[in-house]
């Protein structure tokens, strides 16, 4: 007498008939690919509709979170998704996570793609930084900005910085793709050239915005990450990166991006520190 299988041989062998295609339709076929001990006891019907339902829930997902690297691989997009979650199975309680791994497995799985679309990796990180952010629990509390009038308050005030914010430098111009993308515009010949992104959740609407911005606003903000540094301070760092010979229009101009950097919400109010 055979004995009984095991809980794991049973929960593997589920696994194959609802996730691999190829083994499902073995066992449909009755080609004996599965133990008898466990084919005998398993509804093929019931097989069939939970892999059927389990592609429809794993589709539906990977399309919300990366509709443009959907728009990119066309027909090619589904067996992808397929392909991806074979090779990066679920590790998360919350399902939204099961699609996190998609870069990673685009730069390594995906040199057939990258050959044409050498963007692909990034295009898809710059998706899935929205539902990253949309996820963090950290509440935004915007406070009062202040008004620059006076010389100590450039020493002893800093930006205050949302929380909710990512930032990212990118090889290629990613939100020009997704503009054409959106345009329905062509993004074959699209050549390599430095982009720097803010992504951030605005406090007032929880929807997440992308910003493209220069190198010195991407400095500001990158130094106002961990620890708020003054005005002041920010200011000595933005005329050290510029290259504009003129130290008090550059100067004028911190100040109009700061403004700008408050108005949407990306600074958040200002900070005491002296």
């Avoid at 041989?9 to 083994?23: C, D, G, N, P, R």
């Avoid at 990258?114 to 963007?119: N, S, T």
């Avoid at 900005?145 to 090889?171: C, T, W």
């Avoid at 933005?238 to 003129?246: L, Q």
Wanted: net charge negative; hydrophobic share 40%.
């Amino acid at each position: 007498m055979l004995a009984p299988p095991s809980l794991h041989e049973v929960e593997q062998t589920l696994s194959s008939l609802w996730l691999k295609e190829s083994v499902r339709e073995s066992f449909l076929k009755g080609e004996g690919n599965v133990s008898p001990r466990i084919a005998a006891n398993i509804d093929k019907s019931g097989v069939e509709l939970y892999a059927t339902l389990l592609e429809y829930g794993q589709q539906d997902l990977m399309a919300s979170i990366y509709p443009y690297c959907a728009k990119i691989l066309k027909k090619k997009w589904e067996p992808t998704v397929r392909e991806y979650f074979l090779a990066y199975p679920p590790n998360h309680y919350n399902l939204n996570r099961a699609a996190q791994r998609f870069p990673t497995y685009l730069k390594s799985e995906g040199s057939h793609f990258l050959k044409k679309y050498p963007f692909l990796v990034e295009l898809a990180d710059y998706e899935w930084l929205e539902m990253e952010l949309l996820e963090v629990d950290d509440e935004v509390k915007p406070q009062p900005n202040l008004v620059l009038s006076k010389p100590d308050h450039f020493i002893q005030f800093a930006p205050l910085l949302n929380p909710v914010l990512l930032l990212r430098q990118y090889e290629y111009p990613i939100s020009e793709i997704v503009e054409k993308l959106d345009g329905k515009k062509s993004i074959s010949g699209i050549k390599p050239r430095s982009s720097r992104v803010a992504i951030y959740r605005h406090p007032l609407t929880n929807h997440c915005k992308y910003l493209d911005v220069g190198e010195i606003a991407f400095e500001v903000i990158q130094a106002s990450i961990d620890v708020p540094h003054s005005y002041s301070d920010l200011i000595s760092l933005a005329v050290s990166r510029s290259t504009n010979s003129d130290p008090q229009k550059t100067v004028v101009e911190f100040l109009d991006l700061v403004e700008k950097l408050q108005e949407i919400q990306v600074f958040i109010g200002s900070t005491k520190i002296a």
